[in-house]
């Protein structure tokens, strides 16, 4: 594949995490002010994992870390929300961690190293006090984390925004002839789906898990054939199972 093509795939996944931003941002706007909303912590919680898992799939490795940082704080926001002392300091330092993830993300767009300094001296301190104020998610799974709350029923939003994102990605990879990163991007189904049926208890999606890894095996097989073909990022990395 191209490195034009390669870039333009990156930048796809980069545009969506400065959308995912401002979910984030949502939900924590005003925070200080009222009642944490159940509704915009899923949706934020949600953000912060696709954020994650793209940026970890795509090699952008400190996004993927810090948004993971960031991912635990929601878990805890929702999860121990009754206890938690939520004021203006708490709201301003989860604020700036989304600023350091637009920072991140800026530094990946433009193709910028970023600088060990600002790590070590702005960003990773606002992720330390965060933890101190939080601490670690409790040991729950991932369906009690996403678990519906006040008449919500999170299957449907869930697939309309972290299967939304899937679909969108692979109809990318499609509509291109010669079909780049489709081996990355069966891989990332067949991880995804077997997650998301283990979660939510979807009886029809194992089978969708047995189809996709068929398919997978094959195009794996076809890659030992053909290996230039195939999206790389950052070397010959192959997706994790």
């Keep these: 594949m191209s490195k034009d093509k390669e870039l333009e795939i990156q930048l796809q996944f980069l545009d969506e995490a400065l959308e995912y931003l401002g979910t984030l941002e949502d939900a924590l706007l ?3 002010n009222g009642r944490i909303d159940t509704g915009k912590i899923n949706a934020a919680l949600r953000a912060a994992h696709s954020v994650k898992g793209g940026a970890g799939m795509m090699g952008f490795h400190t996004l993927s870390q810090l948004a993971h940082r960031l991912e635990d704080s929601f878990k805890v926001l929702k999860m121990q929300k009754a206890s938690l002392e939520i004021d203006g300091d708490l709201e301003g330092l989860l604020l700036s961690a989304v600023d350091c993830l637009r920072h991140v993300i800026g530094c990946d767009r433009h193709n910028v190293s970023l ?3 600002w790590l070590d001296y702005h960003a990773n301190p606002i992720f330390d006090q965060l933890y101190e104020r939080l601490g670690d998610p409790q040991a729950e799974d991932a369906t009690s984390v996403l678990s519906p709350e006040e008449g919500q029923d999170i299957i449907p939003l869930f697939f309309q925004t ?3 994102g899937c679909l969108q990605r692979l109809e990318s990879v499609l509509a291109d002839p010669e079909m780049p ?4 991007e069966i891989a990332i189904w067949r991880k995804n ?3 998301w049926a283990k979660c939510f208890s979807l009886v029809p999606l194992p089978g969708c898990v047995s189809r996709l890894r068929g398919t997978w ?3 794996q097989r076809k890659r030992r ?3 230039d073909k195939h999206c790389r990022h950052g070397g010959d990395r192959r997706p994790s199972f």
């Design 225 to 227: 054939r053909s290996p």
């Design 115 to 117: 600088d060990p300094r």
């Design 181 to 184: 990163c489709l081996y990355e």
């Design 193 to 195: 789906w077997a997650g």
């Design 162 to 164: 972290e299967v939304e």
């Design 30 to 32: 005003g925070l200080a």
């Design 217 to 219: 095996k094959r195009l």
